[in-house]
């Protein structure tokens, strides 16, 4: 029989949580005037490249938290504490249409999954596993929506690469949380999936 990962604790101190409208000011606080990356404010997914670059910054902002505080859960914060520290973005594949167009990332089939599109760690606290510790949130949060397949597109560089390239991840957290690899169209871009299977009852 396959020996089954187990799963690490959190680091001491760390809580994760659905973002909110509530925790919106904390994203801010995490994702800080750069919006993450390059005024991205996971964004980049969701809409037209066209209609990115007209929002970068400011406008990509407002979207956001137009999204959120019409009720949608884009993602999960990760706290050490009461500070924010890291973020995974993560929906329904339909929530990002740029995936469908993406010849490498483009639908395997026609299955109901969940997406993993996006890490951003703050910087204090890179390196601590904090980025194996979102994936299993993910996995919960998932599953808990009534998710039952999750999918990923990590970046398997050849050689090492900045962290804003890397914001997918790299396989081998999803390697360790039990993902497998169930296509590549190019040298650098797995997908990944993890099925979602429901927690037993107790009797």
């Given at each position: ?5 187990r ?40 809409v ?51 995936l ?38 993910a ?12 999918e ?15 914001y997918?991840?790299?396989p ?32």
């Amino acid at each position: 029989m396959p020996t089954r990962r187990r799963r690490p604790a959190a680091p001491p101190g760390v809580a994760v949580h659905p973002l909110t409208p509530d925790r919106w000011p904390d994203l801010e606080r995490l994702f800080g005037p750069r919006g993450a990356c390059a005024g991205c404010w996971c964004m980049w997914w969701r809409v037209p490249r066209p209609e990115w670059n007209a929002g970068k910054g400011e406008g990509n902002r407002r979207a956001l938290r137009a999204y959120v505080r019409a009720g949608n859960v884009p993602g999960l914060l990760a706290y050490d504490g009461d500070v924010p520290v890291a973020w995974v973005a993560l929906e329904p594949r339909t929530a990002y249409p740029r995936l469908a167009r993406s010849r490498n990332l483009a639908p395997v089939d026609d299955a109901p999954v969940w997406s993993i599109t996006c890490f951003f760690v703050a910087r204090s606290h890179r390196g601590r596993g904090l980025t194996r510790t979102l994936i299993a949130a993910a996995a919960d949060h998932a599953r808990a929506s009534g998710g039952t397949l999750l999918e990923a597109y990590p970046v398997d560089a050849r050689k090492a690469l900045g962290d804003a390239f890397m914001y997918t991840g790299a396989p081998a957290p999803f390697a360790a949380e039990g993902f497998t690899e169930v296509a590549r169209r190019s040298p650098t871009r797995p997908i990944v999936r993890k099925p979602l299977a429901r927690p037993r009852r107790r009797r």
